[in-house]
């Protein structure tokens, strides 16, 4: 089931309840990430949407969730995302971010408005990484090995800058396309790869 809107607190706090977010739909290189949280019986303060959070305050949070939550960490390829297309490659990312939980959580609260398929029950909340709890805990901890992912890629690719702009097609991204061409890290799905493969 499909829904929008927010949930009482202590509904996500539920031991039974995974919440469920991604990084890396949006860059024209590197893999989806996707994280599902199952927070502790006493949540964790301070918890926000990762996109409004200071690195150093992503770091942190990052650790306590590691230290005392049930998490997954859920992954698809470049090679995944062009065979599949990128929504499809995130719906698997999140699949195997709730399957690596080890036990299948009762619920599972999903940013955004679609859900994969699945058997789990389920809902997709609109901006639900600044709602509930639970899914900004997903956000910061998909956020945070991504970017692990993207910094140990700009040593091996450093043409691109991606230490600073995490694959994401900024100007000094775009221009190193034109210069270099693409790498394998780069998804040949996405316009800006594939016309630069042309020149």
């Not at 019986?41 to 230290?67: F, H, N, Q, T």
């Not at 929504?87 to 994969?116: F, I, S």
């Amino acid at each position: 089931m499909t829904r929008s809107g927010s949930l009482d607190l202590p509904f996500c706090l539920s031991a039974t309840i995974a919440g469920v977010d991604e990084a890396g739909r949006g860059p024209l290189a590197g893999p989806v990430v996707a994280a599902a949280v199952i927070l502790c019986p006493d949540g964790i303060e301070g918890l926000a949407d990762s996109k409004v959070l200071s690195a150093a305050k992503r770091a942190r949070l990052e650790a306590e969730i590691r230290e005392r939550c049930s998490f997954g960490i859920g992954i698809a390829s470049v090679e995944e995302i062009d065979a599949i297309n990128i929504l499809q490659a995130t719906m698997l990312a999140m699949t195997r971010a709730v399957e690596a939980l080890g036990d299948a959580p009762g619920h599972v609260l999903v940013d955004g408005d679609r859900l994969p398929r699945w058997s789990y029950r389920a809902e997709a909340i609109v901006k639900g990484d600044a709602l509930h709890p639970c899914i900004s805990a997903a956000s910061i901890l998909a956020k945070q090995h991504r970017d692990r992912m993207m910094l140990a890629a700009a040593a091996e690719h450093p043409h691109y800058g991606w230490e600073r702009n995490m694959g994401y097609g900024t100007a000094q991204h775009l221009a190193a396309l034109r210069q270099h061409g693409p790498c394998p890290l780069h998804r040949k799905s996405f316009a800006p790869v594939a016309q630069a493969m042309l020149l």
